[in-house]
C-alpha cells in the first residue's frame, strides 16, 4: 500500500507566499519522478512542476520564476513552494509520484489534493 499525503494549502492574498509538501510512504522500493499538478473548477488538470531524481526540473510557463519544486534528502518528498501568488493560481494542487513498488513495477500514484486560495 503506498499513500501521498500532502499539505500546506490555506487561503492567502494575492502577493503572499505558500509552501506545499508531500510525503509518500509504504512498501516503495524507489520513486523517480515527482511533481505538482492543479485543477481550477471547471478546468482540466494541468502540470504545475515536475522534478525528477536528479533533481531535474520543469516548470509550467506560467509559474516559471515564482514557484520551485525540490526534494528532500530521502527523495520521498516533494516541496512546492510559491511565491508572489496570484488569484488565477487559485485551484486544488495534487501531488504525483512515480514509485517503483517491490514487484519492480512502476506506478503512478497521486495524493488526495490541498486547495490552495488567493485572494486578490
Known amino acids: 500500500q503506498v499513500q501521498l499525503v500532502e499539505s500546506g494549502g490555506g487561503l492567502v492574498q494575492a502577493g503572499e507566499s505558500l509552501r506545499l509538501s508531500c510525503a509518500a510512504s509504504?512498501?516503495?522500493?524507489?520513486?523517480?519522478?515527482m511533481g505538482w499538478y492543479r485543477q481550477a473548477p471547471g478546468k482540466q488538470r494541468e502540470l504545475v512542476a515536475r522534478?525528477?531524481?536528479?533533481?531535474?526540473?520543469n516548470y509550467a510557463d506560467s509559474v516559471k520564476g515564482r514557484f520551485t519544486i525540490s526534494r528532500g534528502n530521502a527523495k520521498n518528498t516533494v516541496y512546492l513552494q510559491m511565491n508572489s501568488l496570484k488569484p488565477e493560481d487559485t485551484a486544488v494542487y495534487y501531488c504525483?509520484?512515480?514509485?517503483?513498488?517491490?514487484?519492480?513495477?512502476?506506478?503512478?500514484?497521486w495524493g488526495q489534493g490541498t486547495q490552495v486560495t488567493v485572494s486578490s
Open positions: 504525483n509520484a512515480d514509485i517503483v513498488l517491490w514487484s519492480s513495477r512502476t506506478v503512478g500514484y
Open positions: 509504504g512498501s516503495i522500493f524507489s520513486i523517480n519522478a
Open positions: 522534478i525528477t531524481r536528479d533533481d531535474n526540473t
